[in-house]
């Protein structure tokens, strides 16, 4: 009976092998992407990866988008640190028109990003965790990440997608609640880190399962353009933060930390302990903060009146505000022309904006630089061989954020 | 001796002599081109060069240029040596007629995705690419979306008055149109009106 109602496709009983579909909507991929797996048992024979299902046009919108208009563009690239990719987009900004950022803008720049970096390594870890069979951590740290996202709140109103500061600093102080959770934060989080650190960081089940997974050699790691954590975790000290230090980098104290074989265990805890350095830089900054007497503790935001959208309440009680609002928002500010790429370490690795502006109002060619894209590649070569359990433990260690990947 | 951008201009002249020109210092990166069947050649020698030793591909992507005849896609390669810590821009112009650019996959396995990606916007052609389809879109669209051909509606266009905005270009209630057409108050009862 089943000969005359089931259409096998050719071939598919001499198959030795199992496809397998992994996605796009598996819970394990944490994001929509999809693969391919060919299974011989349980090993990995190859791998075939489909991307593009959250695919959402960024860079041809940008080319018809004021400036202010394409922050919001970059909190939906890596939406786990969306603060840093607003403060990449604006950095850009600033160094094609020439903008120069007071000091304390610098800081809070540098609080701000550096506390975006901590939600996203803790997410990523802990989900890590998760896909080795481990709950308790990732429920632990997610309450520290929601005071981070309070804090977000305290400065900019929203929480995932910040859309954060503007050209030339930001759209308001730093308040003193933002103040306030910023040292609870500080406060709390190393015994919380800790904790987590003992969950898994000689936990046998979990060394076993992430020990060897998804190795990857340094020279291949360079030659694939890993950048940040997966390739320090490969033991390449490359960081953008140093090399080429944006945002006032170059006045703190901070460690790269590097592993050595590449695999999920030390791509986890490189970022265990970046989120100390985070931790460390966080600290230098809030006492860097308290230097500035006088009339220098209320800067955050750059003297650029043709940049820098102006408070409400000036536009409504001054000319020149008024202005300048109505120029800002309508547009019609023309820019330099030129070209300039500019990188700032995200959560994943190097993101980089290369801008190609013609002298119009809009950018003639807008790239994103995305770390997740250019990485998602080395899948194949990383599970080639592994068990289908190390897949999922791959694809969650190399952080993938599909909204990253698609752009 | 730290590797400067003239140090490495002078290199790429006296290997490449006057094939490679364009020399630019944008906002401190070193930036030039090269005849696109050069693609390669360049790309080697900046990765083999014992000085040079630009051994890490950050970034490829293309720009379209749609009034330069004959040169119309760009596409630019950012290089890095990380030993040095210097970053130049390296692009190769091609004809959107023919737009046929060697592949970099051999030298670079990063370039794999990012030139699917760029043959998926632009519609570069990447000669000897393993792989070459597209990447982000679907495998049934017939162009190419990114080239400045299929633009949005510019929102900074100078030209533009209310009825960009719903305004002004329909007929509300208790307006009028003028004979040269702009809209003004009137008793007129215009309801069931055609609304332009």
Redesign the interface.
Known sequence: MSEQHIKLPEGSIEKTTTTLNLGPTHPATHGVMQNILELDGERIVSTEQT??YI?R?F???A????LY?ITPLTDRLNYCSSPINNMGWHLTCE??LGVKTPKRVDYLRVIIMELARISDHLICNSIVGVDSGAFTGFLYVMQYRELIYEIYEEICGSRLTTNIGRIGGFERNFNDIAFTKIQKFLDEYPRVLTEFENLFNRNRIFMERTIGAGAISAE?A????FTGPNLRAAG?D?DVRI??PYSSYEDFQFDIPVGTTGDCYDRFLVRNQEMWQSMNIIKQAMQKLQDFKGAEADVYHADVPEYYLPEKKDVYTKMEALIWHFKII???INMPA????N?VEGGNG?L?F?F?SDG???P??L?F?RPC??Y???FEELTKGAMLSDAIIVMSSLNLIAGEM?? | MALTNEHIKQRLIEKFDTEVSGFED??G?L?FEAPKDLNLKVLQFLYDDAELKF?????L?A??YPDQPGRELAV?Y?LHN?ID?I?L?FKVFTSVAKPDVYTATAL???A???ER?TYD?YGVNFVGHPNLK?????DEMEYF??RKE???????RVDKDDEMFGRGGSMGFGTEKTEHGTIIESDKDNVGEEII
Request: charged content about 25%.
């Open positions: 991307i593009g695919h046009a860079e041809k919108i080319e018809r988008r004021n208009q160094k094609l291949r360079l030659n694939y353009g390449v490359y090399h080429s309508m547009g019609e030129g070209e300039v790429y990188a190097e980089g290369y190609v119009g109002r809009t003639y060619r790239h630089r894209f250019i998602y590649q080395a698609d752009a | 944008t906002y990166m930036s051994r890490f591909m950050t970034d992507c720009v379209h630019v950012h990380l810590n970053r821009r670079f396995s990063a794999n995705w990012m990606e916007f597209r990447i982000l879109n679907v979306p990114m299929f633009p949005l509606e510019d929102q900074t």
